[in-house]
């Protein structure tokens, strides 16, 4: 079994400071973990993911993760925002082999000019 | 390389109808997704096709089907729609392991049922 919790619905930030997006999964075996996003009325973007490599991960648009397996964790972090970041992000586990990938719910991030 | 191609973008139907989507996958990517996406339920997962044979299955009831051909495309069919059914619609494929190389989603279509 697996599941992913985002512990955010809404974040808001001022551009140019830090963006910290929270993600908790579970996974009864090794998990595989990704940050999507999705801009209004488009699809989502794969971001970034983390499949047993390095704990962490770079991105594309300056964002990384960094995979805790103490903290069952994945946050999603940058370190300067823009207001072109502004969009919902999507944290996704899955396991190997299990064939299927559960998405969160969302955080909705909003940046301030 | 071109992208996962969703059709139509927009679509209206009345409550009864039925409706079919389309997505074509990026070349060379078997594995084709769809999800529904609602502001009250989030990203729900219909079901997942490789090699024209549906691998993965959601908790949707029968109205929703889906295939996929030879060349992977795939099509989505819903009947006799509800207003419910009201979404955006996701298609998303993968090279076969989306656990582990992640998806590539389209721009989705947006059913609006009235």
């Known amino acids: 079994a697996q599941s992913v919790t985002q512990l955010d619905s809404h974040v808001s930030v001022s551009e140019g400071t830090p963006v910290l997006l929270r993600c908790n999964y579970s996974?009864?075996?090794?998990?595989?973990l990704f940050w999507y996003v999705q801009h209004p009325n488009k699809g989502l973007q794969l971001l970034l993911k983390?499949?047993?490599?390095?704990?962490l991960v770079k991105g594309i648009n300056g964002f990384e993760a960094e995979f805790k397996k103490s903290e069952t964790s994945f946050h999603l972090t940058k370190p300067s925002a823009h207001m072109s970041d502004a969009a919902e992000y999507f944290c996704v586990v899955s396991s190997w082999g299990y064939q299927k990938v559960t998405f969160g719910t969302g955080t909705k991030l909003q940046v301030i000019p | 390389k071109a992208g996962v191609t969703q059709t139509p973008r927009y679509l209206i139907k009345t409550r009864g109808q039925q409706v079919t989507l389309s997505c074509s996958p990026i070349s060379g990517h078997r594995s084709v997704s769809w999800y529904q996406q609602t502001p009250g339920q989030g990203l729900q997962f219909l079901f997942e096709y490789f090699s024209e044979t549906q691998r993965n299955k959601g908790n949707f009831p029968g109205r929703f089907s889906g295939r996929q051909f030879s060349n992977s495309r795939s099509e989505m069919n819903v009947s006799t729609l509800e207003l419910g059914d009201s979404a955006l619609y996701l298609c998303?494929?993968?090279?076969?392991?989306?656990?582990?190389?992640?998806?590539?989603f389209g721009s989705g279509t947006r059913l609006t049922v009235v």
């Open positions: 983390y499949t047993s490599a390095a704990t």
């Open positions: 996974s009864s075996y090794s998990p595989s």
């Open positions: 998303a494929s993968s090279g076969g392991t989306p656990d582990v190389d992640g998806y590539t």
